[in-house]
């Protein structure tokens, strides 16, 4: 499996570095789309729309095959655990991702499986009407995918997160817990450090979750 990774030009540059020291240590395939933010300001799209128009683009250049998507501030502990993930979805023929909510929208105690780190079975979307995934004013990025498939009581998957940090921001997960900077989920097999372009980036937490794979980890 190839996972696509959407990011900006104005992240940290170790952090891109630290992202592909992970996928290689981890043995996952990773292919990079860097985006120039100045080039999208003259478009007029936003960043965060530009993530929703690069996940449905991908799945238009992938029909009946099953894709992933990460984010770049997101990093995978070993390949095992991705085949698992793999197969889950080719089980239940939808999409799975880690379990996030969009506390700043209505829709906020609706988790979701969020495209930070996401497996997707591209003929699911379009059997489903092909719900769009940009962020809106109901649902974040990729969100409404998991809404139409919940509403019409098809299977799919949320990676529950097992901790954080608790440096720094951390959100309700509807009444399932919290999230936050820093987070591990499905038991210590994904760190995702979250909000990375946004105020203080905390990438030493980065740094220490690659470094646990440097010394032969199969976890974080």
């Not at 979805?89 to 209505?106: K, M, S, Y």
């Not at 097999?189 to 980065?206: A, E, R, T, W």
Request: charged residues 15%.
């Amino acid at each position: 499996m190839i996972f696509h990774c959407f990011y900006c030009n104005n992240i940290d540059q170790q952090m891109l570095s630290l992202h592909q020291e992970a996928a290689k240590l981890a043995g996952i395939n990773v292919k990079y789309a860097r985006f120039e933010t100045e080039a999208l300001r003259r478009m007029g799209v936003s960043p965060h729309e530009a993530h929703g128009r690069f996940i449905e683009s991908i799945i238009l250049q992938h029909p009946s095959q099953i894709v992933g998507i990460i984010d770049i501030d997101c990093i995978v502990a070993n390949n095992n655990f991705v085949q698992q993930c793999e197969d889950k979805v080719r089980a239940d023929g939808t999409i799975l991702g880690l379990a996030q909510t969009a506390n700043h929208l209505p829709s906020r105690n609706e988790i979701y499986a969020a495209p930070a780190f996401m497996m997707i079975n591209t003929d699911a979307w379009h059997e489903m009407g092909r719900p769009s995934l940009f962020a809106h004013d109901c649902f974040d990025t990729a969100q409404k995918f998991s809404h139409e498939l919940k509403a019409v009581q098809k299977l799919f998957t949320v990676i529950m997160p097992d901790c954080h940090s608790g440096i720094g921001t951390s959100w309700p997960l509807a009444d399932q817990g919290s999230y936050g900077i820093g987070t591990l989920y499905g038991d210590r097999q994904v760190f995702h450090l979250f909000q990375s372009s946004k105020g203080p980036s905390y990438i030493h937490l980065m740094e220490e979750a690659v470094a646990t794979l440097r010394q032969g980890s199969s976890s974080f």
